[in-house]
């Protein structure tokens, strides 16, 4: 599992705050993208995009391919 969330499924209260701890444990050197859908009450349930990028453990960050997006600026 690449991404992992201790907390799935819950509510927050109107004016409440709620901390969702993840864990990203990337196996490749590439680019990682998940869209999870994010209910605010009666409407539809909107996509949280999550963003993240492995990289091999004897490059160092700053060398890893730069994302798509980060690419075309």
Do not use: T
Request: hydrophobic content about 45%; aromatic content about 8%.
């Amino acid at each position: 599992m690449v991404l992992f969330c201790s907390l799935s499924a819950g509510e927050v209260p109107v004016g409440d705050v709620a901390v969702f701890n993840w864990l990203f444990q990337p196996i490749e050197a590439k680019a990682y993208n998940v869209a999870l859908p994010l209910s605010l009450g009666p409407a539809a349930p909107q996509p949280l995009l999550l963003r993240g990028r492995g990289y091999h453990p004897v490059q160092h960050p700053e060398e890893a391919q730069p994302m798509p997006e980060e690419a075309a600026q």
